[in-house]
């Protein structure tokens, strides 16, 4: 059974960083791509970044250019976004998707409060 698990969220002052995990087990397929999505109260879901397996990234929102970064373990079906000069409006539940065989599976999420 696929399993998406985020973690690293939580409360940061502005300015500060966060560095954001993502595990995905319960496939063998070489070949998927995750992402990271965010979603703040009363607003739509925004794709955040994106990894394939092969290690192909991009970064969506002008808003987190030069501020956020996806990267990869190349061992396990792991990614993280590290997050720097954190704002208030970056607080959000981040979420964790996994895209296999044309299937999306999303993790429950991780709450980023970015708070003084």
């Known amino acids: 059974q696929v399993q998406v698990v985020e973690s690293g969220g939580g409360l940061v002052q502005p300015g500060g960083s966060l560095r954001l995990s993502c595990e995905a087990t319960?496939?063998?397929?070489?070949?998927?791509?995750m992402s990271w999505y965010r979603q703040a109260p009363g607003k739509e879901r925004e794709l955040v970044a994106a990894i394939t397996s092969t290690g192909i990234t991009t970064n969506y929102p002008d808003s987190g250019k030069g501020r956020f970064n996806i990267s990869r373990d190349r061992i396990k079906s792991k990614i993280y976004l590290q997050m720097n000069s954190l704002k208030p409006e970056d607080t959000a539940v981040y979420l964790c998707?996994?895209?296999?065989?044309?299937?999306?599976?999303w993790g429950k999420g991780t709450q980023v409060t970015v708070s003084s």
């Open positions: 319960g496939f063998t397929f070489s070949n998927y791509a």
């Open positions: 998707k996994l895209r296999v065989l044309s299937r999306d599976y």
